[in-house]
């Protein structure tokens, strides 16, 4: 049975990402560890949380290609 991701509802390919509380796909987890990443990085701040997920999902995307 194939899983759905929980942010996107998207059929999961691959190794999922798994949170505490979340099964996301890959898109949906790069999103996510980057966000949380830039939070720790920027001591909370929402700003660098979103400038580290989009360079984070670009760097990703990046190395895949």
């Given at each position: 049975m194939q899983q759905?991701?929980?942010?996107c509802r998207r059929l999961i390919q691959g190794e999922p990402v798994r949170t505490a509380t979340r099964t996301l796909c890959d898109a949906c987890?790069?999103?996510?560890l980057g966000l949380a990443a830039g939070t720790m990085?920027?001591?909370g701040d929402v700003g660098q949380s979103i400038a580290t997920a989009g360079w984070f999902e670009r760097l990703r995307r990046r190395k895949l290609d």
């Open positions: 759905r991701c929980d942010q987890g790069t999103t996510f990085a920027g001591n």
